[in-house]
T-cell receptor
């Protein structure tokens, strides 16, 4: 069965510092990976997906199949980046079920 | 509507009672998902609908949980004989197709006393 692991429950960084959220997955095939974000008092929403290969709000994520990782990075964190971030894995063979990691809370301090 | 709508937003019920949670997906979205989020934990998959059928019910934790979808639109999640461990936020999401990004509702916070 597929699984997603986010080892850090909380990341606290200062404004302007780099931030990296780790995500590792277990699946032997070709997965689709996503990052979802939930800002305070807002609903969970898509941040980016690996097949788009785009940068959203300064965030990028690279799929590393060798390391089965999909870490999320931003070189200069902003206070508005404070939120809960979830890594997610979609497997077409499993009916496109989206499996989420446990989430990482990011706190950007001024 | 502009997004996925869930009702009620909050529900407090006594142990042993049945509850029904409703999800109105975005119009035209064929796929619909239910997730559960217990306090301090990640999202736990419950069930997935493609149209009105549920190809994956693997996440339903017990036979007290059931869900249905009608008209390729509204879905209801029913929990019978609620237990305290059912307390959680129940999230619904819909997507245009089964491999498209999910759009989430605000969730229903269920508290079983």
């Amino acid at each position: 069965a597929q699984r997603v692991t986010q080892p850090e429950k909380l990341l606290s960084v200062f404004k302007g510092a780099p931030v990296e959220l780790k995500c590792n997955y277990s699946y032997s095939g070709s997965p689709e990976l996503f990052w979802y974000v939930q800002y305070s008092r807002q609903r969970l929403q898509l941040l980016l997906r690996h097949i788009s290969r785009e940068s959203i709000k300064g965030f990028t994520a690279d799929l590393n199949k060798g390391e089965t990782s999909f870490h999320l990075k931003k070189p200069f964190a902003q206070e508005e980046d404070s939120a809960m971030y979830y890594c997610a894995l979609m497997v077409k063979a499993a009916g496109n079920k989206l499996t989420f990691g446990g989430g990482t809370r990011v706190l950007v301090k001024p | 509507g502009a997004g996925v709508s869930q009702s009620p937003s909050n529900k407090v019920t006594e142990k042993g009672k049945d509850v029904e949670l409703r999800c109105d997906p975005i119009s035209g979205h064929t796929a619909l998902y239910w997730y559960r989020q217990r306090l301090g934990q990640g999202l736990e998959f419950l069930i997935y609908f493609q149209g009105n059928s549920a190809p994956d019910k693997s996440g339903l934790p017990s036979d007290r949980f059931s869900a249905e979808r009608t008209g390729e639109s509204v879905s209801t999640l029913t929990i019978q004989r609620t237990q305290q461990e059912d307390s959680a936020v129940y999230l619904c999401a819909s997507s245009l197709a089964s491999n498209s990004p999910l759009h989430f509702g605000n969730g229903t916070r269920l508290t079983v006393t």
